[in-house]
């Protein structure tokens, strides 16, 4: 192992999109109990503290691998197209018009009816998001348009958390 590996040679998985999770979940027990401290106890201390490092950097990366949309996003980054999520925020106008309906939707929806419809949009957006970006990254490697559509699916996560925020406000 090498601390300075990508996350994907790190565990040992093709750099794609798609992932196996319960290979993942398989692989990162693996190098835990590989690297796990308690391991080197009674070793030397730079023993310990290398020890220590390789369990941060595997947590990291398993932190990373799992999640669809921070996968996405290093992809994105380790192929030179960066998310730049910060202060790249344009969209396409009818993605921004979606934006707005959605936002006006939470702010007129009055009880569970309303907001779990809203969710299940939300839901299938993400879902179609999911699948776009899978599709730039995987099979056609366009590695710019999947960092917009990673932005995209950016304000869908915030807006699901919001949607969630107000069912939990209206104590549903």
């Not at 990373?64 to 730049?84: F, Q, V, W």
Request: hydrophobic letters at 45%.
């Amino acid at each position: 192992m090498n601390l300075q590996s990508d996350d994907f040679e790190l565990f040992d998985v093709p750099r794609r999109f798609a992932q196996d999770r319960a290979a993942l979940d398989a692989r990162w027990k693996a190098l835990q109990r590989e690297a796990h401290p308690d391991r080197f106890a009674g070793q030397a201390g730079a023993a310990q503290r290398v020890a220590m490092q390789w369990s941060v950097r595997i947590n990291e990366a398993y932190q990373r691998l799992k999640d669809p949309l921070r996968r996405a996003s290093y992809l994105c980054e380790l192929h030179g197209a960066s998310i730049r999520a910060e202060d790249n925020t344009a969209m396409p106008p009818a993605f921004l018009m979606q934006q707005m309906e959605w936002r006006e939707s939470l702010e007129d929806a009055a009880g569970d009816a309303s907001l779990q419809a809203l969710a299940n949009e939300v839901r299938a957006a993400r879902s179609a998001a999911l699948s776009r970006v899978e599709r730039l990254l995987d099979e056609q490697a366009d590695y710019p348009a999947a960092a917009q559509e990673v932005r995209a699916l950016m304000f869908i996560e915030r807006f699901a958390q919001d949607v969630e925020a107000r069912r939990d406000a209206l104590g549903q």
